[in-house]
């Protein structure tokens, strides 16, 4: 049985090297796997333990840095809630980013 899961805005599938950092730790490196206009989900992030409400920055190998908080965190992966909403020629922008790395590489 498959479940259908009704979002509130579409997401997009990255595979976006990228480091998560949080006041007074050092950052943890992580890879940006879903994005969208109003959060992101990473993965990778090993052992680290980031707490739901945790203040973090999100800084991209492309350069951008996105605000937000933790809104979930498990199993080495953790979902973000973007403080400021990108729009959608930012949002477009990180996706073209991480698609042309990889039909480079």
Request: aromatic share 4%; with cysteine; net charge positive.
């Amino acid at each position: 049985m498959s479940v259908l899961t009704i979002r509130a805005h579409r997401r997009y599938a990255l595979r976006m090297p990228s480091k998560l950092q949080s006041e007074g730790r050092k950052s943890a490196s992580c890879l940006l796997i879903e994005l969208s206009q109003h959060g992101a989900r990473v993965s990778n992030l090993g052992r680290r333990k980031f707490e739901v409400g945790e203040r973090v920055a999100l800084n991209t190998d492309c350069g951008r840095q996105l605000h937000g908080k933790i809104r979930w965190a498990h199993n080495g992966r953790a979902g973000i809630e973007l403080g400021q909403s990108l729009h959608l020629p930012e949002l477009s922008e990180l996706i073209d980013a991480n698609r042309n790395e990889f039909a480079v590489a």
